[in-house]
């Protein structure tokens, strides 16, 4: 068995280096070399010392050592630096899944938490957070349904994606309640923790339990999605066995990615805290216009991270929507039927905050327009199906 097309990535690939207004990212814009160098008062004969050798295939000790940091309890045995968190949660699905395992995991989700187990064999049992959007926090009574449901993995994507959502004190407890009762595995993706609003850093599941793992990474929060890097946490034999999984795979991670993490994780403070406030400011003037932008119905504001679910007008197709926007207007965002949820789109806040005032300003009027005649059209074929009705022919869907 194959996993199915990565819808997400198909589309990020297509558009991603063309859009004018680049919405549809799950990270922060990316920066050059130089720019890294300067923002962390370095040279860059620094890397010119760099050896080109394999690094350690658990991940250079040092920079263990700075990740299990970010880890109360936690120490470098506890930690495997991999190529991303894609690696990482592949990784771990092959070892905590096999056929029939119940995975249990909030939905809508980043396709590669469910589509890996799905491939394995196993049996999922999603929660919906659609309902969760209205009050702007996932609440309890969803985490509770999820550990109800994972008899075998539970997986916690927090703040989320695509929704924004995040956790609040409630459901941490309840976290902290259910976990010790849980006889499954339970797994933390936490790849936007260092993009927490309310905290320097967000909480972590991290060493919760001896079933517990998590994963995390610099990439998407500090805009160095190039340096594909990423790392787990967990028990030490869990660690020993992802470390000898991972030798059929990428095996050790580039040394200069490396040697950058450190200097990055080093320096984190200083780094986020500009990013942060980006974000923050790129949200709040969206929160002012998102209003007088046809086709949405509700905005609910990110607890975390740089992404947001916004629930579309009745009738309107997220991919055509999505179509439009960009054709017409140059704005790329994601269709919600890319993370199989249809009639809600995914903005992400991670663009410059001049081009997106610039961008909203000019394509307003362009917008109203588009979706106007878009609503028409769907007018016009809705009054087509009653006539058709009324003779018996059954009409095509609208597409």
């Keep these: 068995m194959e996993p199915s097309e990565f819808w997400i990535e198909e589309r990020l690939e297509k558009y991603r280096k063309i859009a004018p207004c680049n919405l549809g990212e799950s990270g922060i814009r990316n ?39 970010l880890y109360p309890g936690l120490d470098a045995d506890r930690v495997l630096v991999t190529t991303g968190t894609g690696e990482a949660l592949y990784i771990l699905f092959h070892i905590l899944c096999k056929k029939d395992s119940v995975v249990s995991y909030f939905s809508p989700a980043f396709q590669a938490l469910y589509e890996i187990p799905k491939m394995i064999g196993a049996k999922l ?54 976990a010790h009762l849980h006889k499954g595995w339970i797994l933390f993706d936490e790849h936007y923790r260092f ?29 160095v999605m190039g340096l594909r890097i990423g790392w787990m946490t967990g028990p030490k034999e869990l660690i020993e066995k992802a470390r000898s999984f991972k030798d059929y795979l990428t095996h050790t991670v580039s ?59 009745k009738g309107i197709f ?19 039927c890319d993370f199989e949820c249809e009639g809600w789109i995914r903005i992400g806040f991670c663009s410059g905050a001049k081009s997106r005032r ?3 300003s000019e394509t307003q009027t362009e917008t109203t327009n588009i979706i106007l005649n878009y609503q028409r059209g769907i007018e016009k074929t809705s009054a087509k199906r009653v006539r058709l009705q009324k003779t018996g022919i059954s009409p095509n869907p609208l597409r």
């Design 195 to 223: 993009l927490d609003f309310q905290n320097d850093l967000g909480w972590t599941g991290a060493g919760l339990t001896e079933h517990t793992v998590s994963t995390g990474s610099i990439t998407k929060c500090f805009g």
């Design 318 to 336: 997220s991919s055509r929507y999505a179509d439009l926007l960009l054709d017409q207007c140059g704005v790329f965002v994601l269709p919600g």
């Design 31 to 69: 920066v050059t070399l130089g720019e890294l160098l300067s923002n962390l008062n370095l040279s860059i004969d620094v890397l010119n010392s760099i050896s080109l050798e394999d690094s350690p295939n658990r991940g250079d000790f040092t920079l263990r050592s700075e990740i299990a940091k």
């Design 255 to 313: 040394p200069i990615s490396e040697f950058l993490t450190l200097q990055i994780l080093q320096n984190r403070t200083h780094l986020v805290n500009p990013i942060k406030t980006s974000i923050l400011n790129n949200i709040r003037f969206f929160e002012s216009i998102w209003k007088q932008l046809p086709g949405l119905e509700c905005f609910t504001r990110p607890g975390g991270g740089v992404v947001s679910f916004v629930k579309l007008k």
């Design 358 to 360: 610039k961008m909203c």
């Design 125 to 178: 049992e999603p929660v919906s957070l659609l309902k969760n959007l209205e009050k702007n926090s996932i609440l309890d009574s969803s985490v509770f349904e999820l550990f109800e449901k994972g008899k075998d993995l539970v997986i916690f994507n927090h703040p989320q994606n695509p929704s924004g959502l995040s956790l609040d004190l409630n459901s941490i407890e309840t976290i902290r309640k259910m």
